[in-house]
């Protein structure tokens, strides 16, 4: 079983829905969680921080559970640009740990 | 640009051959990566310098893989006797030294193919 587990998807949504990732992770001792954002053949680029508090960041809301060993991302009033994988990252130390990523198409 | 550079983009070798990546991380991170990434999958982890220490490297590299950074500044990964499971894309990231969260900001790749 892999450490940071992702349903890789891919989702398929319309232009304007809203849309939630979920992901879970097995090492209680992690410290910070992050969203990551890939495109195709790109390098992955850091989406949000996901803090205990939740945290949104215009369309996007992250929520994190400790307890559960949960973490999620909202997108609301999604759009064509949103298209892309989506990785869930936890860290501990120095170390990320990366799940497989789930895939998001937007369709018109 | 700012941002973390790396060079080549793109690699085509053959079995057998060595070949050696460059990554320049942002000029005042002092935290560097390796990454090492297949399609479908996310990155792997496979070593991290502070300043120009290697502090930890993943069991992923094998005595043929080995990183320096020796000023503390561009780092580069060397591949002794690629073999095709070596194709992959090698992602380098830089963070700063910050206490609570660890945000790493990447590179955009060499995507390595070993024929």
């Known amino acids: 079983r892999k450490e940071v587990e992702q349903d890789p998807g891919p989702f398929n949504v319309p232009e304007g829905a809203t849309v939630a990732f979920n992901c879970t992770y097995s090492?209680?001792?992690?410290?910070?969680f992050f969203w990551y954002r890939q495109d195709c053949r790109k390098e992955p680029k850091l989406l949000m921080s996901?803090?205990?508090?939740?945290n949104e960041d215009g369309r996007f809301t992250a929520q994190l559970n400790r307890a559960s060993q949960y973490i999620s991302l909202l997108i609301r009033d999604s759009k064509l640009s949103d298209s892309a994988t989506y990785l869930c990252v936890v860290s501990r130390n120095y170390q990320l740990i990366w799940g497989a990523g789930t895939k998001l198409i937007i369709k018109p | 640009d700012t941002g973390v550079s790396q060079n080549p983009r793109h690699k085509i070798t053959k079995r057998g051959q060595n070949v050696t990546f460059r990554c320049d991380p942002i000029s005042e991170h002092n935290r560097l990566y390796w990454y090492r990434q297949t399609l479908g999958q996310g990155p792997e982890f496979l070593t991290y310098?502070?300043?120009?220490?290697?502090?930890?490297k993943s069991r992923l590299l094998s005595d043929r893989f080995s990183a320096e950074r020796p000023k503390g500044s561009f780092s580069t990964l060397e591949i002794q006797r690629t073999e095709q499971g070596d194709s992959a894309m090698y992602l380098c990231?830089?963070?700063?030294?910050?206490?609570?969260?660890?945000?790493?900001?990447f590179g955009p790749g060499t995507r390595l193919t070993v024929l």
């Open positions: 090492n209680s001792a992690s410290q910070s």
């Open positions: 990231a830089s963070s700063p030294k910050r206490e609570a969260y660890n945000e790493q900001f």
């Open positions: 996901v803090y205990s508090s939740g």
């Open positions: 310098f502070q300043n120009e220490a290697q502090l930890e």
